[in-house]
């Protein structure tokens, strides 16, 4: 099955950092979905995208769905250490299709 | 609280055993899915239900089973056929298969 390409792979950062990670398809998507995956536990939905173009916010996070249709963006602003974990993106080509996820991007921050 | 549990946590099992892997959810979706994560890979589906007494293979279904009797519990077993079974194994549930996801704790399998 096909997977998409998440860059940076990882990241580490220092606490008040702004932080920015993309998520890349060689198909057109028509759905982006961002969660969060703390270690040892499920992965918990932060943002969810349903329109090229569409910027959303959620408190510091804030994502994109990139106008191509074939990648998507989240920036995280004012890094805290409560933002360590795995970051993943997923997304659908259509609306029955299954969800695909990202290779996930974990992110570690210094005090 | 509405959620998804998935039961144990942790689980150890023999290599040449099968092992049934629990998952409940009390939020009325009609659709279930098991995922499977290996470090530094993204998640894998390896069965997916839409309703009940209905299933799906996944990507990676070979060596796994499931069955959904009720619409709240959606049961993976790994059997002797997986040739490797140690990883995490998340479960997630949603209104329909086109609605947005929600998953469970996840238990971590080691096969020893």
């Known amino acids: 099955g096909q997977q998409l390409n998440q860059s940076p792979q990882s990241m580490f950062i220092q606490e008040g950092e702004d932080v920015s990670m993309n998520c890349t398809s060689s198909?057109?998507?028509?759905?982006w979905l961002w969660y969060k995956q703390d270690p040892g536990e499920g992965p918990v939905l932060l943002i969810a995208?349903?329109?090229?173009?569409e910027l959303t916010s959620n408190g510091r996070l804030t994502a994109q769905f990139g106008i191509t249709r074939k990648d998507s963006f989240l920036n995280i602003s004012a890094s805290i250490p409560s933002d360590v974990g795995i970051y993943f993106c997923?997304?659908?080509?259509?609306?029955?299709?299954?969800?695909?996820f990202g290779t996930g991007t974990r992110l570690q921050v210094t005090l | 609280d509405g959620g998804i549990t998935q039961s144990p946590k942790y689980l150890f099992r023999k290599e040449g055993q099968n092992v049934t892997l629990s998952c409940e959810q009390n939020?009325?979706?009609?659709?279930m899915y098991w995922y499977r994560q290996d470090p530094g890979q993204g998640l894998r589906l390896i069965y997916y239900?839409?309703?009940?007494?209905?299933?799906q293979k996944g990507d990676i279904a070979e060596g796994y089973s499931v069955s959904r009797e009720k619409k709240e519990s959606f049961p993976l077993t790994v059997t002797s056929a997986q040739k490797n079974p140690t990883a995490f194994y998340l479960c997630?549930?949603?209104?329909?298969?086109?609605?947005?996801?929600?998953f469970g704790p996840g238990t971590r399998l080691t096969v020893l």
């Open positions: 198909s057109i998507f028509n759905t």
């Open positions: 997923a997304g659908r080509t259509g609306t029955a299709s299954k969800l695909t």
């Open positions: 939020l009325n979706h009609d659709a």
């Open positions: 239900s839409q309703i009940v007494n209905d299933f």
């Open positions: 995208l349903y329109k090229a173009g």
């Open positions: 997630a549930s949603s209104t329909s298969y086109t609605d947005t996801q929600y």
